[in-house]
Protein backbone atom coordinates (compact mmCIF):
# COMPACT_ATOMS: atom_id res chain seq x y z
CA UNK A 1 0.00 0.00 0.00
CA UNK A 2 2.95 2.66 0.75
CA UNK A 3 4.41 2.01 -3.05
CA UNK A 4 1.15 2.91 -4.34
CA UNK A 5 0.33 5.68 -2.48
CA UNK A 6 3.97 6.86 -3.20
CA UNK A 7 2.84 5.98 -6.65
CA UNK A 8 -0.23 8.34 -6.66
CA UNK A 9 1.82 11.09 -4.86
CA UNK A 10 4.92 10.75 -7.65
CA UNK A 11 2.38 11.31 -10.10
CA UNK A 12 0.55 14.21 -8.34
CA UNK A 13 3.77 15.75 -8.31
CA UNK A 14 5.05 15.31 -11.65
CA UNK A 15 1.60 16.94 -12.80
CA UNK A 16 1.45 19.58 -10.21
CA UNK A 17 5.01 20.02 -12.11
CA UNK A 18 3.46 20.77 -15.22
CA UNK A 19 0.19 22.35 -14.48
CA UNK A 20 0.88 24.19 -11.71
CA UNK A 21 -2.72 24.03 -10.36
CA UNK A 22 -1.84 24.35 -6.80
CA UNK A 23 1.46 26.05 -6.58
CA UNK A 24 0.67 29.34 -8.79
CA UNK A 25 -2.42 29.89 -6.31
CA UNK A 26 -1.16 29.59 -2.93
CA UNK A 27 2.16 31.56 -3.74
CA UNK A 28 -0.08 34.55 -5.16
CA UNK A 29 -2.42 34.13 -2.37
CA UNK A 30 0.34 33.92 0.59
CA UNK A 31 2.46 37.30 -1.64
CA UNK A 32 -0.99 39.33 -1.72
CA UNK A 33 -2.66 38.13 1.77
CA UNK A 34 0.55 39.39 3.40
CA UNK A 35 1.05 42.46 1.61
CA UNK A 36 -2.50 43.57 2.31
CA UNK A 37 -2.42 43.10 5.86
CA UNK A 38 1.70 44.85 5.84
CA UNK A 39 -0.51 47.71 4.32
CA UNK A 40 -3.38 47.60 6.93
CA UNK A 41 -1.12 47.76 9.78
CA UNK A 42 1.22 50.37 7.96
CA UNK A 43 3.30 52.03 10.97
CA UNK A 44 1.32 50.66 13.72
CA UNK A 45 3.36 48.07 16.12
CA UNK A 46 1.14 44.91 16.73
CA UNK A 47 1.01 42.87 19.40
CA UNK A 48 2.38 39.66 19.22
CA UNK A 49 -1.58 37.59 19.87
CA UNK A 50 -2.18 39.32 16.74
CA UNK A 51 0.72 38.81 14.83
CA UNK A 52 0.23 35.24 16.08
CA UNK A 53 -3.84 35.48 15.16
CA UNK A 54 -2.95 36.57 11.79
CA UNK A 55 -0.22 34.38 10.77
CA UNK A 56 -2.86 31.39 11.41
CA UNK A 57 -5.62 33.30 9.10
CA UNK A 58 -3.43 34.20 6.54
CA UNK A 59 -2.51 29.58 6.69
CA UNK A 60 -5.96 29.31 6.64
CA UNK A 61 -7.55 31.07 3.64
CA UNK A 62 -4.47 30.24 1.75
CA UNK A 63 -4.94 26.36 2.31
CA UNK A 64 -8.60 27.15 1.29
CA UNK A 65 -6.89 28.54 -1.72
CA UNK A 66 -5.30 25.83 -2.85
CA UNK A 67 -5.23 22.40 -0.67
CA UNK A 68 -8.75 21.26 -2.74
CA UNK A 69 -6.92 21.29 -6.13
CA UNK A 70 -5.52 17.49 -5.30
CA UNK A 71 -9.47 16.44 -5.42
CA UNK A 72 -10.85 18.92 -7.55
CA UNK A 73 -8.62 18.59 -10.50
CA UNK A 74 -9.16 15.36 -10.85
CA UNK A 75 -13.01 15.57 -11.16
CA UNK A 76 -12.90 18.75 -13.62
CA UNK A 77 -10.10 16.55 -15.68
CA UNK A 78 -12.37 13.56 -15.72
CA UNK A 79 -9.43 11.35 -14.09
CA UNK A 80 -11.19 10.40 -11.08
CA UNK A 81 -12.53 7.07 -13.01
CA UNK A 82 -9.05 6.52 -13.92
CA UNK A 83 -7.80 6.71 -10.98
CA UNK A 84 -10.56 4.65 -9.43
CA UNK A 85 -9.54 2.00 -11.65
CA UNK A 86 -5.76 1.49 -10.86
CA UNK A 87 -5.76 1.75 -7.44
CA UNK A 88 -7.89 1.00 -3.81
CA UNK A 89 -9.46 4.10 -2.16
CA UNK A 90 -6.98 3.75 0.94
CA UNK A 91 -3.89 4.20 -1.76
CA UNK A 92 -5.68 7.39 -3.52
CA UNK A 93 -6.69 8.89 -0.03
CA UNK A 94 -2.54 8.23 1.13
CA UNK A 95 -1.29 9.58 -1.98
CA UNK A 96 -3.29 12.51 -1.91
CA UNK A 97 -2.81 13.42 1.66
CA UNK A 98 1.57 12.67 1.50
CA UNK A 99 1.16 15.13 -1.18
CA UNK A 100 -0.81 17.95 0.77
CA UNK A 101 1.04 17.49 3.32
CA UNK A 102 4.46 18.46 2.05
CA UNK A 103 2.59 21.07 -0.11
CA UNK A 104 1.16 22.58 3.03
CA UNK A 105 4.76 22.55 5.47
CA UNK A 106 6.15 23.94 2.08
CA UNK A 107 3.38 26.79 2.27
CA UNK A 108 3.65 27.31 5.95
CA UNK A 109 7.58 27.60 5.77
CA UNK A 110 7.58 30.49 3.60
CA UNK A 111 4.94 32.12 5.13
CA UNK A 112 6.78 31.61 8.87
CA UNK A 113 9.70 32.77 7.10
CA UNK A 114 8.16 35.85 5.48
CA UNK A 115 6.19 36.98 8.78
CA UNK A 116 9.77 36.22 10.52
CA UNK A 117 11.46 38.82 7.90
CA UNK A 118 8.62 42.03 7.37
CA UNK A 119 6.86 41.91 11.38
CA UNK A 120 8.71 42.85 13.99
CA UNK A 121 6.51 41.42 16.63
CA UNK A 122 7.13 37.84 15.23
CA UNK A 123 9.73 37.13 17.54
CA UNK A 124 10.15 33.28 18.22
CA UNK A 125 10.87 32.53 21.90
CA UNK A 126 10.46 29.13 22.47
CA UNK A 127 11.35 27.15 19.28
CA UNK A 128 10.82 23.72 20.27
CA UNK A 129 6.73 24.95 20.66
CA UNK A 130 6.87 26.52 17.88
CA UNK A 131 8.56 23.81 15.70
CA UNK A 132 5.61 20.93 17.58
CA UNK A 133 2.79 23.33 16.82
CA UNK A 134 4.05 24.26 13.55
CA UNK A 135 4.47 20.57 12.81
CA UNK A 136 1.11 19.10 14.60
CA UNK A 137 -1.20 21.85 13.23
CA UNK A 138 0.34 21.31 9.29
CA UNK A 139 -0.41 17.65 9.67
CA UNK A 140 -4.06 18.18 11.10
CA UNK A 141 -4.42 20.95 8.75
CA UNK A 142 -3.45 18.76 5.33
CA UNK A 143 -5.54 16.06 6.83
CA UNK A 144 -8.61 17.85 6.84
CA UNK A 145 -8.22 20.29 3.92
CA UNK A 146 -7.72 17.01 2.04
CA UNK A 147 -11.10 14.88 3.20
CA UNK A 148 -12.73 17.76 2.52
CA UNK A 149 -11.91 18.42 -0.86
CA UNK A 150 -12.56 14.44 -1.72
CA UNK A 151 -16.23 15.40 -0.05
CA UNK A 152 -16.33 18.65 -2.35
CA UNK A 153 -14.85 17.61 -5.72
CA UNK A 154 -18.40 15.55 -6.12
CA UNK A 155 -20.31 18.14 -5.34
CA UNK A 156 -21.47 21.12 -7.53
CA UNK A 157 -20.51 24.35 -6.11
CA UNK A 158 -17.19 23.45 -5.30
CA UNK A 159 -15.81 27.06 -4.88
CA UNK A 160 -18.25 28.03 -2.41
CA UNK A 161 -18.63 24.86 -0.33
CA UNK A 162 -15.04 24.48 0.38
CA UNK A 163 -14.68 27.20 2.69
CA UNK A 164 -17.63 26.82 4.32
CA UNK A 165 -17.43 22.81 5.21
CA UNK A 166 -13.73 23.77 6.22
CA UNK A 167 -14.40 26.63 8.72
CA UNK A 168 -16.24 24.43 11.07
CA UNK A 169 -14.05 21.62 10.72
CA UNK A 170 -10.72 23.45 10.94
CA UNK A 171 -12.14 25.74 13.77
CA UNK A 172 -11.10 23.82 16.79
CA UNK A 173 -7.22 22.85 14.96
CA UNK A 174 -7.02 26.91 14.10
CA UNK A 175 -7.90 28.38 18.01
CA UNK A 176 -5.55 25.65 19.30
CA UNK A 177 -2.67 26.16 17.17
CA UNK A 178 -3.67 30.56 17.47
CA UNK A 179 -3.19 29.83 20.95
CA UNK A 180 0.14 27.54 20.53
CA UNK A 181 2.00 29.83 18.39
CA UNK A 182 1.14 32.53 21.19
CA UNK A 183 2.81 30.60 23.39
CA UNK A 184 5.70 30.38 21.56
CA UNK A 185 5.62 33.94 20.74
CA UNK A 186 5.64 35.03 24.62
CA UNK A 187 7.75 32.17 25.38
CA UNK A 188 5.81 29.64 27.30
CA UNK A 189 7.42 26.66 28.15
CA UNK A 190 6.23 23.13 26.15
CA UNK A 191 5.38 21.78 30.09
CA UNK A 192 2.23 24.55 30.39
CA UNK A 193 1.47 24.08 26.37
CA UNK A 194 0.69 20.11 27.15
CA UNK A 195 -3.29 21.01 27.44
CA UNK A 196 -3.14 22.47 23.98
CA UNK A 197 -0.37 20.00 22.75
CA UNK A 198 -2.62 17.11 23.50
CA UNK A 199 -5.90 18.77 21.66
CA UNK A 200 -4.05 18.96 18.39
CA UNK A 201 -2.68 15.69 18.92
CA UNK A 202 -5.79 14.32 19.77
CA UNK A 203 -7.36 16.41 16.63
CA UNK A 204 -4.97 14.67 14.08
CA UNK A 205 -5.62 11.47 15.55
CA UNK A 206 -9.47 12.06 15.56
CA UNK A 207 -9.57 13.43 12.07
CA UNK A 208 -6.88 10.65 10.11
CA UNK A 209 -8.91 7.86 11.95
CA UNK A 210 -12.72 9.29 10.23
CA UNK A 211 -10.98 10.09 6.82
CA UNK A 212 -9.76 6.70 6.02
CA UNK A 213 -13.59 5.13 7.50
CA UNK A 214 -15.22 8.03 5.15
CA UNK A 215 -12.88 8.08 1.89
CA UNK A 216 -14.28 4.29 0.85
CA UNK A 217 -17.95 5.78 0.50
CA UNK A 218 -16.94 9.50 -0.76
CA UNK A 219 -14.55 8.13 -3.64
CA UNK A 220 -16.89 5.23 -4.73
CA UNK A 221 -20.12 7.09 -5.87
CA UNK B 1 -7.63 -20.67 -20.32
CA UNK B 2 -9.06 -17.89 -17.89
CA UNK B 3 -10.69 -19.09 -14.80
CA UNK B 4 -12.45 -16.36 -14.03
CA UNK B 5 -16.26 -15.43 -13.59
CA UNK B 6 -18.86 -12.94 -12.98
CA UNK B 7 -22.24 -13.27 -11.31
CA UNK B 8 -25.03 -11.15 -10.65
CA UNK B 9 -27.93 -11.53 -9.14
CA UNK B 10 -30.89 -9.53 -9.30
CA UNK B 11 -29.55 -6.25 -10.07
CA UNK B 12 -31.27 -3.31 -9.71
CA UNK B 13 -30.28 0.48 -10.46
CA UNK B 14 -32.48 3.68 -9.24
CA UNK B 15 -31.28 7.25 -9.37
CA UNK B 16 -32.91 8.95 -6.78
CA UNK B 17 -36.61 8.03 -8.23
CA UNK B 18 -36.22 6.74 -11.58
CA UNK B 19 -35.44 3.02 -11.74
CA UNK B 20 -32.64 2.50 -14.60
CA UNK B 21 -32.85 -1.26 -14.63
CA UNK B 22 -34.26 -3.92 -12.81
CA UNK B 23 -33.16 -7.76 -11.95
CA UNK B 24 -30.72 -8.19 -13.96
CA UNK B 25 -29.34 -11.63 -13.67
CA UNK B 26 -26.30 -13.27 -15.65
CA UNK B 27 -22.99 -15.56 -15.20
CA UNK B 28 -19.75 -15.26 -17.04
CA UNK B 29 -18.06 -18.14 -16.70
CA UNK B 30 -16.43 -18.95 -20.19
CA UNK B 31 -14.07 -16.79 -22.68
CA UNK B 32 -16.22 -15.19 -24.80
CA UNK B 33 -17.87 -11.53 -25.74
CA UNK B 34 -20.78 -10.63 -24.25
CA UNK B 35 -22.85 -7.94 -25.52
CA UNK B 36 -25.21 -5.45 -23.61
CA UNK B 37 -27.33 -3.40 -25.76
CA UNK B 38 -29.84 -0.75 -25.39
CA UNK B 39 -31.45 2.87 -26.46
CA UNK B 40 -29.87 5.63 -24.70
CA UNK B 41 -30.29 6.05 -21.26
CA UNK B 42 -30.86 2.42 -20.85
CA UNK B 43 -28.07 1.83 -18.54
CA UNK B 44 -25.86 -0.01 -20.51
CA UNK B 45 -22.80 2.52 -19.13
CA UNK B 46 -24.30 2.20 -15.56
CA UNK B 47 -24.33 -1.69 -15.71
CA UNK B 48 -20.64 -1.70 -16.81
CA UNK B 49 -19.54 0.54 -13.90
CA UNK B 50 -21.21 -1.56 -11.46
CA UNK B 51 -19.83 -4.91 -12.88
CA UNK B 52 -16.23 -2.89 -12.68
CA UNK B 53 -17.25 -2.34 -9.01
CA UNK B 54 -16.90 1.76 -9.68
CA UNK B 55 -21.02 2.28 -9.00
CA UNK B 56 -22.89 0.24 -6.45
CA UNK B 57 -25.77 -1.18 -7.14
CA UNK B 58 -28.87 -0.58 -4.95
CA UNK B 59 -30.08 -3.88 -4.91
CA UNK B 60 -28.75 -7.29 -5.96
CA UNK B 61 -24.78 -8.02 -5.78
CA UNK B 62 -22.19 -8.76 -8.27
CA UNK B 63 -19.47 -11.55 -7.77
CA UNK B 64 -16.64 -11.77 -9.15
CA UNK B 65 -14.05 -15.39 -8.59
CA UNK B 66 -10.34 -16.24 -10.00
CA UNK B 67 -9.88 -19.34 -9.80
CA UNK B 68 -13.41 -20.07 -7.65
CA UNK B 69 -11.91 -17.49 -4.83
CA UNK B 70 -13.90 -14.78 -4.71
CA UNK B 71 -12.07 -11.08 -5.52
CA UNK B 72 -12.86 -9.01 -2.86
CA UNK B 73 -13.22 -5.63 -3.89
CA UNK B 74 -9.92 -3.63 -2.95
CA UNK B 75 -8.02 -5.59 -5.42
CA UNK B 76 -10.89 -5.68 -8.35
CA UNK B 77 -9.73 -3.36 -10.15
CA UNK B 78 -6.18 -5.09 -10.84
CA UNK B 79 -8.65 -8.18 -12.62
CA UNK B 80 -10.14 -5.77 -15.08
CA UNK B 81 -9.33 -3.69 -18.15
CA UNK B 82 -11.78 -0.62 -19.26
CA UNK B 83 -12.43 1.28 -21.68
CA UNK B 84 -15.45 3.95 -22.25
CA UNK B 85 -16.21 7.37 -23.34
CA UNK B 86 -15.69 8.78 -19.68
CA UNK B 87 -12.52 7.55 -19.39
CA UNK B 88 -9.48 10.17 -19.77
CA UNK B 89 -5.60 9.33 -18.77
CA UNK B 90 -3.59 12.54 -17.71
CA UNK B 91 -2.92 15.03 -21.10
CA UNK B 92 -0.54 16.65 -18.91
CA UNK B 93 1.42 13.32 -19.51
CA UNK B 94 2.43 11.40 -22.64
CA UNK B 95 1.35 8.07 -23.60
CA UNK B 96 4.60 6.26 -22.33
CA UNK B 97 4.48 8.49 -19.39
CA UNK B 98 0.62 7.75 -18.49
CA UNK B 99 1.56 3.55 -18.97
CA UNK B 100 4.44 4.05 -16.94
CA UNK B 101 2.79 5.97 -13.73
CA UNK B 102 -1.01 4.00 -13.66
CA UNK B 103 1.42 0.79 -13.97
CA UNK B 104 3.21 2.33 -10.65
CA UNK B 105 0.07 3.22 -8.70
CA UNK B 106 -1.32 -0.19 -9.42
CA UNK B 107 1.66 -1.74 -8.09
CA UNK B 108 2.77 -3.52 -11.09
CA UNK B 109 6.15 -3.85 -12.63
CA UNK B 110 6.09 -1.16 -15.86
CA UNK B 111 6.38 -4.02 -18.77
CA UNK B 112 8.22 -1.74 -21.28
CA UNK B 113 8.43 -4.53 -23.76
CA UNK B 114 4.85 -5.59 -23.72
CA UNK B 115 4.00 -1.57 -23.63
CA UNK B 116 5.91 -0.99 -26.77
CA UNK B 117 4.07 -3.80 -28.57
CA UNK B 118 0.98 -2.88 -27.51
CA UNK B 119 1.69 0.76 -28.68
CA UNK B 120 2.77 -0.97 -31.72
CA UNK B 121 -0.09 -2.75 -32.72
CA UNK B 122 -2.36 0.61 -31.87
CA UNK B 123 -0.26 2.49 -33.95
CA UNK B 124 1.02 5.20 -31.72
CA UNK B 125 4.64 3.94 -30.97
CA UNK B 126 6.17 7.29 -32.89
CA UNK B 127 3.54 9.33 -30.30
CA UNK B 128 4.51 7.57 -27.59
CA UNK B 129 6.21 10.77 -26.50
CA UNK B 130 4.21 13.38 -26.91
CA UNK B 131 1.68 14.31 -24.36
CA UNK B 132 -1.81 13.25 -24.86
CA UNK B 133 -3.54 16.26 -25.18
CA UNK B 134 -1.98 16.95 -28.82
CA UNK B 135 -3.63 13.60 -29.46
CA UNK B 136 -6.65 13.45 -31.76
CA UNK B 137 -9.83 11.61 -30.59
CA UNK B 138 -9.14 8.76 -32.21
CA UNK B 139 -5.78 8.45 -30.95
CA UNK B 140 -7.09 8.95 -27.37
CA UNK B 141 -9.34 6.14 -27.77
CA UNK B 142 -6.64 3.97 -29.05
CA UNK B 143 -4.74 4.48 -25.86
CA UNK B 144 -7.09 3.56 -23.76
CA UNK B 145 -7.10 0.24 -25.18
CA UNK B 146 -3.69 -0.04 -24.45
CA UNK B 147 -4.02 1.28 -20.84
CA UNK B 148 -7.07 -1.18 -20.56
CA UNK B 149 -4.69 -4.12 -21.44
CA UNK B 150 -1.31 -3.47 -20.12
CA UNK B 151 -2.06 -5.20 -16.92
CA UNK B 152 -2.79 -8.87 -18.14
CA UNK B 153 -6.17 -8.40 -17.20
CA UNK B 154 -9.10 -11.39 -16.89
CA UNK B 155 -11.92 -9.77 -17.75
CA UNK B 156 -12.49 -6.96 -20.24
CA UNK B 157 -14.86 -4.46 -20.39
CA UNK B 158 -15.43 -2.13 -22.97
CA UNK B 159 -18.16 0.67 -23.35
CA UNK B 160 -18.66 2.16 -26.63
CA UNK B 161 -15.21 0.71 -27.99
CA UNK B 162 -15.25 1.90 -31.75
CA UNK B 163 -16.55 5.20 -30.86
CA UNK B 164 -14.34 7.85 -32.28
CA UNK B 165 -12.54 5.85 -34.30
CA UNK B 166 -12.14 5.21 -38.25
CA UNK B 167 -11.74 2.42 -40.27
CA UNK B 168 -7.91 1.51 -39.59
CA UNK B 169 -8.73 1.56 -35.29
CA UNK B 170 -11.98 -0.71 -35.77
CA UNK B 171 -10.01 -2.89 -37.54
CA UNK B 172 -7.34 -2.78 -34.87
CA UNK B 173 -9.86 -2.52 -32.20
CA UNK B 174 -11.88 -5.71 -33.28
CA UNK B 175 -9.10 -7.74 -33.76
CA UNK B 176 -7.81 -6.80 -30.43
CA UNK B 177 -11.20 -8.08 -29.51
CA UNK B 178 -11.28 -11.60 -31.08
CA UNK B 179 -8.04 -12.18 -30.60
CA UNK B 180 -8.75 -11.56 -26.15
CA UNK B 181 -12.27 -13.26 -26.75
CA UNK B 182 -9.95 -16.62 -26.92
CA UNK B 183 -9.02 -16.37 -23.60
CA UNK B 184 -10.76 -13.80 -21.46
CA UNK B 185 -14.57 -12.79 -21.02
CA UNK B 186 -15.25 -9.66 -22.93
CA UNK B 187 -18.22 -7.54 -22.24
CA UNK B 188 -19.19 -4.78 -25.13
CA UNK B 189 -21.71 -2.17 -24.38
CA UNK B 190 -22.41 -0.53 -27.49
CA UNK B 191 -25.71 0.04 -30.04
CA UNK B 192 -23.54 -0.19 -33.05
CA UNK B 193 -24.53 -3.38 -34.92
CA UNK B 194 -20.91 -4.37 -36.04
CA UNK B 195 -20.16 -4.19 -32.54
CA UNK B 196 -22.37 -6.36 -31.12
CA UNK B 197 -22.67 -8.48 -34.16
CA UNK B 198 -19.10 -9.93 -32.96
CA UNK B 199 -20.75 -10.76 -29.40
CA UNK B 200 -22.00 -14.68 -28.80
CA UNK B 201 -24.67 -13.01 -26.45
CA UNK B 202 -26.44 -9.79 -26.11
CA UNK B 203 -28.01 -8.94 -22.91
CA UNK B 204 -31.17 -5.90 -24.24
CA UNK B 205 -31.64 -3.85 -21.58
CA UNK B 206 -34.65 -2.66 -23.32
CA UNK B 207 -36.05 -5.64 -22.56
CA UNK B 208 -36.61 -5.91 -18.77
CA UNK B 209 -35.81 -8.94 -17.15
CA UNK B 210 -33.86 -10.81 -19.67
CA UNK B 211 -30.72 -12.74 -18.28
CA UNK B 212 -27.65 -13.93 -20.17
Given at each position: ?23 N??A ?32 F ?33 S ?19 L ?40 A ?20 T ?9 D ?9 E ?17 L ?7 | ?64 K ?12 N ?31 F ?57 E ?16 I????S ?5 L ?15 F
Amino acid sequence: MISKAFAVFNKDFHSELRTRYAINSLAMFVIVAISVIMFAVGQEKISEGLTGGLFWVVIFFTAMSGLARTFVSEEERGTSLTLQLVASPSAVFSGKLLFNIILVFCMNTVIALLYAALFESFVIKNYSLFFFSFVLGNIGLAISSTIIAAIISKAGAKGTLYPVLSFPILLPLILTSVQLTLFSLDGTSIEDAKFELAIVVSYDVIMLTVSYMLFDFIWKD
Amino acid sequence: MSTYSVEAIKINKTFGRRLVFNDINFRLDNPGIFGISGPNGSGKSTLVKIIAGLLSSTKGKITHKNSEKEIIPEKLHNHIGFVSPYLVLYEEFSAWENLNYLSKIRGITFDKDYAKELLERFLLYNRRNDLVKTYSSGMKQRIKFIFALIHHPELLIFDEPTSNLDDEGRELVYNIINDKSKENILIIASNDKSDLDLCTEVLDLKVSNKDF
